[in-house]
């Protein structure tokens, strides 16, 4: 699949926001449906890979498990909401914990992560409270894989689906905390867990 149509495909579905990680250089990562521009953080390099389309115009940065995420003015968590998060990682190694997405608030983030030691998917929408996890839900190591989340605070639910399927729908009856800080891709909070390894295409619904 080409990257126009797979961008074409994801905006069809109308997301509330969609960083395709493409760029090629500086610091800037488009939001292609509105103003929820992201800003690269750490020396993280823009296009400083090649993406999961497997297309020599499809790039992707290469978090480097240090210091690297994106950081954003948007902030999607609303209580009372569903909301379907998805996208593309590479993960290098399993040696440490892993951020897919985050937030950025001190306590009581949002926060999807890779597990260490293991291939265990785990879910917070209040790191205060309890998670929900999905063991060896994720293929290992060295692969593009992609994944989707879809919390609905009100039914009490998120169900994860990697590579198109689902890996079960979980009871969550954590919420979402009044200021759980603004979207991040790659960490939590300032810089904790950050994510080693390749992500791309992470896209944002305001609904299932």
């Known amino acids: 699949m080409s990257v126009a149509t797979y961008r074409a495909l994801i905006i069809a ?30 020396g993280l390099t823009m296009g400083g890979a090649d993406g999961p389309l497997q297309s020599v115009t ?19 968590f609303t209580n009372g909401s569903i909301l379907t998060l ?14 897919l997405v985050g937030s950025a608030a001190a306590s009581n983030h949002v926060l999807l992560i890779l597990n260490s030691g293991n291939q265990n998917v785990r ?26 989340l879809i919390f609905d605070e009100t039914a009490s639910t998120a169900e994860l689906f990697i590579n198109g399927v689902s890996k079960g729908s979980q009871a969550q009856a954590a919420q979402y905390n009044a200021s759980p800080g603004n979207f991040k891709i790659g960490s939590y909070e300032t810089n904790t867990d950050p994510f080693d390894g390749k992500q791309a295409k992470i896209a944002v619904y305001e609904a299932g």
């Open 58 to 76: 499809d790039k992707a940065p290469d978090f480097d498990g240090s210091n690297d995420y994106i950081s954003t003015a948007y902030s999607p």
């Open 13 to 42: 579905d109308s997301p509330a926001a969609f960083w395709t990680l493409a760029e090629t250089s500086g610091t800037t990562a488009d939001d292609a449906i509105g103003s929820n521009d992201g800003t690269a953080q750490g």
């Open 86 to 99: 998805e996208g593309w990682a590479y993960r290098d190694v399993s040696t440490s914990q892993h951020t």
């Open 123 to 148: 879910f917070f929408p209040d790191s205060g409270g309890a998670d929900t996890s999905w063991a060896a839900a994720w293929p290992g190591n060295t692969t593009w894989t992609h994944w989707a």
